[in-house]
Nanobody, 122 residues
Framework: QVQLVESGGGSVQAGGSLRLSCAAF????????MAWFRQAPGKSREWVAR???????TYADSVNGRFTISQDNAKNTLYLQMNSLKPEDTAMYYC????????????????WGQGTQVTVSS
């Protein structure tokens, strides 16, 4: 089992930056990948970025070049640095984790945090 706790959300003006954190607890040594998702009101959940244990990363086209996913293994913490924020980035952001490479490849995660709200005003 893994427990995930996000923090770092808030309100910012367009063009600003925020850094989200996700602390992992439990069987963290068994995690193969972690990811960030987001969900805006009235919209379906959207995958944002993923990082594997080898630190390889992938990004959604909508955030590529503006967001950076990283991890601090010593602190069991996942980060999402968000720069050049846009109003359309407004959403609840969730971190997710899984033990299986097969689940990671299809973006199907078994462990989720409770979310942290990001609001970007124009």
């Amino acid at each position: 089992q893994v427990q995930l706790v996000e923090s770092g959300g808030g309100s910012v003006q367009a063009g600003g930056s925020l850094r989200l954190s996700c602390a992992a607890f439990g069987y963290t040594d068994s995690i193969y990948c972690m990811a960030w998702f987001r969900q805006a009101p009235g919209k379906s959940r959207e995958w944002v970025a993923r990082i594997n244990t080898d630190s390889s990363t992938t990004y959604a086209d909508s955030v590529n070049g503006r967001f950076t996913i990283s991890q601090d293994n010593a602190k069991n913490t996942l980060y999402l640095q968000m720069n050049s924020l846009k109003p359309e980035d407004t959403a609840m952001y969730y971190c997710a984790a899984d033990f299986l490479a097969s689940n990671c490849r299809v973006k199907s995660f078994n462990y989720w945090g409770q979310g942290t709200q990001v609001t970007v005003s124009s």
